[in-house]
């Protein structure tokens, strides 16, 4: 499976940014696909999943009302529409794919739930 993230880049605060990732090789239509991000000097963590049978979606607590994630099936492509940016924002964000079914009482946030990672695309927020 690879996956392709675009659309990082320098904004403002405040800014927004929408971020892509591609799928190709293999379809996670048993489970979902999600993003995670890496900002300098921190561990890798959880930002929003989305679940491709249903499109039940959950958040990281520090994105919730800001960030929304979505999919396009027959393209197996996921978005991050990320608005009113902050300077903790910054990070290298990862999408990761799930082959193994997303059971809907067991939400993946964990970064061992998922069987593929894109490379990373940078996200800066600053003045």
């Known amino acids: 499976v690879q996956l392709v993230e675009s659309g990082g880049g320098l904004v403002q605060p405040g800014g927004s940014l929408r971020l892509t990732c591609e799928a190709s090789?293999?379809?996670?239509?048993?489970?979902?696909m999600a993003w995670f991000r890496q900002g300098p000097g921190k561990e890798r963590e959880f930002v929003a999943t989305?679940?491709?049978?249903?499109?039940?979606?959950a958040y990281a607590d520090s994105v919730k009302g800001r960030f929304t994630i979505s999919k396009d099936g027959p393209k197996n492509t996921i978005y991050l529409q990320m608005n009113a940016l902050k300077p903790e924002d910054t990070a290298v964000y990862y999408c990761?794919?799930?082959?193994?079914?997303?059971?809907?009482?067991?939400?993946?946030?964990?970064?061992?739930?998922?069987?593929?990672w894109g490379q990373g695309t940078q996200v800066t927020v600053s003045s």
């Open positions: 990761a794919g799930k082959i193994r079914r997303w059971i809907l009482t067991n939400v993946p946030t964990a970064e061992n739930d998922y069987d593929g």
């Open positions: 090789g293999r379809t996670f239509s048993s489970g979902g």
């Open positions: 989305i679940r491709w049978n249903g499109g039940n979606t």
